[in-house]
């Protein structure tokens, strides 16, 4: 059986924690399935389609990760549609583990033959988040560390479009 793993989240924007995660998470997994999804509780600075590009552009060396856009749905029913019986889930803290916990609990509720693998950050990046990613940016401030590349300039021409300059102004 071929192990599918699925990596599901919002990447409002995609870091490097993400990428390290998904890199590790390459060699134990003969396929992984990253989904771009929705989260309600959040505001998406990217829309799906950005999102996607940006993360197929980050993961473009990994020759067994693709991306999917899956928008407005349950991660069970996205990982049932690629053949996934494994969810990647990336904890930076004890915060993640908790939240994490209680997803998988109720993944497990929804009658779906997966299993959660969390994987722990390394700590160059277990400090990383998206959201304080978008502040820093949205204030001018020097992402180039914690992102990408591609979404760094991404995230550069995003807040100039909506008439900031490099000092947040």
Do not use: C, W
């Not at 309600?40 to 993360?55: G, I, M, N, R, W």
């Amino acid at each position: 059986m071929k192990r599918i793993a699925l990596f599901p989240g919002s990447f409002d924007p995609f870091t490097n924690g993400h990428l390290q995660t998904v890199q590790r998470a390459s060699r134990l997994f003969d396929e992984i399935v990253i989904a771009v999804m929705t989260n309600v509780s959040k505001h998406a600075l990217f829309t799906p389609d950005e999102k996607e590009q940006l993360v197929t552009e980050a993961i473009a060396h990994l020759p067994n990760v693709r991306v999917m856009s899956a928008p407005n749905q349950l991660t069970v029913q996205v990982a049932e549609s690629v053949g996934a019986h494994f969810l990647l889930r990336g904890l930076r803290n004890e915060a993640d583990f908790t939240y994490e916990a209680g997803i998988a609990q109720i993944n497990r509720t929804q009658d779906a033959d997966i299993e959660t693998v969390f994987l722990y950050a390394d700590s160059d990046t277990a400090f990383v988040s998206s959201s304080m990613i978008k502040e820093v940016a949205h204030f001018g401030g020097d992402v180039s560390t914690l992102v990408p590349a591609n979404v760094a300039a991404a995230l550069h021409q995003k807040f100039a479009v909506q008439g900031r300059d490099e000092n947040g102004r």
